[in-house]
């Protein structure tokens, strides 16, 4: 990670500086993570390492472009499809609701900003997160949107999978492999025959299938192996990973050309109002 863009790390500020460094055309970046069950081979907070990773990297990436702010990460998301297995933490759909909400409102409050960039790492956030950024959007006026770093990368890099990739197969090892390979176990991994070529039905019919929903589980062997649903996580390598970084962040270049181009800056007397001390 670049000295340029640690430094862009909201949290690292001091509140003179937080008025002096961040302007209406700033955009707030969120990480949004989980704990949960990786397999054997993953760490719980894998996909908030992806997302933390990811938001400081795209910080670092569009320098000299657009002025990204990176706050806390948040560690907690919605987990109910893994919560059978030790170690995963889920919270309840409200609150988590809230929790977002509530954080993006008070960023916009403390803050010039009006345009927050949710950086999420993982999939059982996105049904939520479509319905707040509406909200949101609706309620203070923000621009708003959430961005998928791992789907962004879906199909602009080969992934040497035997099965569509949903959760610890051959994509987040890749990631994890080229982010934090120091925490990646692959020799924990089983050694029989891994994975199942005939949990590819299963994983299209239960988790891929756009035309139904069904609240499947991790634990269920007819969809995934030891936790893992999608391919051999030993297929995957330290490049693949990079690749599949470089290219998320290429394809998000975009998305904050949009943000920035659909952000109305308030009137500079609002704004006095709203950051003035109170007496």
């Given at each position: 990670?670049?000295?340029?863009?640690?430094?862009?790390?909201?949290?690292?500020?001091?509140a003179?500086?937080?008025?002096?460094?961040?302007?209406?055309?700033?955009?707030?970046?969120?990480?949004?993570?989980?704990?949960e069950?990786?397999?054997?081979?993953?760490?719980?907070?894998?996909?908030?390492?992806?997302?933390?990773?990811?938001?400081?990297?795209?910080?670092?990436?569009?320098?000299?472009m657009?002025?990204?702010?990176?706050?806390?990460?948040?560690?907690?998301?919605?987990?109910?499809?893994?919560?059978?297995?030790?170690?995963?933490?889920t919270?309840?759909?409200?609150?988590?609701?809230?929790?977002?909400?509530?954080?993006?409102?008070?960023?916009?409050?403390?803050?010039?900003?009006?345009?927050?960039?949710?950086?999420?790492?993982?999939?059982?956030?996105?049904?939520?997160?479509?319905?707040?950024v509406?909200?949101?959007?609706?309620?203070?006026?923000?621009?708003?949107?959430?961005?998928?770093?791992?789907?962004?990368?879906?199909?602009?890099?080969?992934?040497?999978?035997?099965?569509?990739?949903?959760?610890?197969?051959v994509?987040?090892?890749?990631?994890?492999?080229?982010?934090?390979p120091?925490?990646?176990?692959?020799?924990?991994?089983?050694?029989?025959?891994?994975?199942?070529?005939?949990q590819?039905?299963?994983?299209?019919?239960?988790?891929?299938?756009?035309?139904?929903?069904?609240p499947?589980?991790?634990?269920?062997?007819?969809?995934?192996?030891?936790?893992?649903?999608?391919?051999?996580?030993?297929?995957a390598?330290?490049?693949?990973?990079r690749?599949?970084?470089?290219?998320?962040?290429?394809?998000?270049?975009?998305?904050?050309?949009?943000i920035?181009?659909?952000?109305?800056?308030?009137?500079?007397?609002?704004?006095?109002?709203?950051?003035?001390?109170?007496?």
């Amino acid at each position: 990670m670049t000295t340029d863009s640690t430094r862009r790390a909201f949290a690292a500020l001091t509140a003179p500086r937080v008025t002096a460094e961040l302007g209406e055309r700033s955009v707030l970046c969120l990480p949004l993570g989980s704990v949960e069950q990786h397999g054997p081979h993953l760490p719980l907070d894998t996909d908030t390492v992806i997302a933390e990773h990811f938001a400081h990297c795209l910080a670092g990436h569009v320098l000299g472009m657009h002025d990204l702010w990176v706050g806390p990460a948040v560690p907690y998301g919605l987990s109910p499809e893994h919560a059978r297995t030790p170690g995963t933490l889920t919270l309840d759909l409200h609150l988590y609701a809230t929790l977002i909400t509530t954080l993006v409102t008070e960023y916009i409050r403390s803050t010039c900003v009006q345009s927050v960039l949710l950086i999420n790492g993982h999939g059982g956030n996105r049904g939520v997160l479509e319905a707040a950024v509406h909200q949101l959007r609706h309620s203070h006026g923000v621009t708003i949107c959430a961005l998928h770093p791992a789907a962004l990368a879906v199909g602009r890099v080969p992934v040497n999978s035997e099965l569509p990739e949903v959760h610890a197969g051959v994509l987040e090892t890749a990631l994890m492999l080229a982010l934090d390979p120091d925490r990646v176990r692959l020799d924990l991994l089983p050694n029989e025959s891994f994975p199942d070529p005939g949990q590819r039905r299963t994983i299209g019919r239960l988790a891929l299938d756009r035309g139904v929903t069904w609240p499947w589980t991790s634990d269920d062997p007819a969809l995934s192996t030891g936790g893992v649903i999608g391919g051999d996580p030993r297929k995957a390598t330290p490049e693949v990973g990079r690749q599949l970084l470089s290219a998320a962040l290429d394809a998000s270049t975009h998305v904050l050309d949009r943000i920035v181009t659909a952000t109305s800056p308030r009137t500079s007397e609002t704004l006095r109002r709203q950051h003035a001390p109170h007496i």
